[in-house]
């Protein structure tokens, strides 16, 4: 395989994972979201307005309170890009939930054959940029 | 040199590296600030509220225009925690600037024997951890 091909396969590969986290976050999937963690890299996650969580114990029990809470509302991801650098990945992307649009930051560690979470980070933005807002996310898409 | 060290001095070069990243910030240095972002990796920067920025030109504009600002208030770095994988770091802190507390991840990429920028999010944080918030900063150790 050439070193391009495996380029645009870490990437798709890294997009794919972070799609399986915002499927894990909408449908409330605690145990599908702890399986996305890492287990042998020390994790952190900031969610807005929060303190740092830097434990892998304080990051789930936070996705239990935040997925356990049967008003969540959904969270639609938009405009991911990424970007792999051996065993390290980053994406970023729009997070859209209701009328609020968040920025995140999404750092993935290979272990084994899988891209899991070490870190996530999301908090207020402005609003979506022009290029975005305009479309239909990929999940209305009918 | 055993695992051990190595990791315990790459954790340390990378606390030296987010150093420097806030000294450029605090001295308001565009030249400094623009010496430690990637030139190799792709570059993102997701300041508080603002649109993520995805290109080098983007980033590097907009810390002209942040550090260009002769009443930019001082900004003090608190408690980094660092974790290395490969030629991937990450680094978790806080940013206190006046009044107001931010959270944030700085992932570093190893180019050369440097450790240099390729992302920065910060977003406002409700308040410093009770075990930072009574100390004093080392900046303000006499």
New interface residues.
Partial sequence: MCVETSVINERARLLFANDAFYNAFSSRDAAAMDALWARQ??V?C?H?????L?SRDEVMESWRAILGNPRAPSIICRGP?A?A????G?V?C?EVIGATVL?A?N?F?QEGDAWLL??H?????????AELAGEEPAESVQ
Same sequence: chains 1, 2.
């Fill in positions: 890299t020390s952190t900031i807005p307005g929060w303190q740092t830097t890009q970007v650098k051996g065993d390290v980053l970023v729009y920025a930051s750092v560690v070490m870190h980070q999301a908090g207020p933005c402005e609003a979506l940029p």
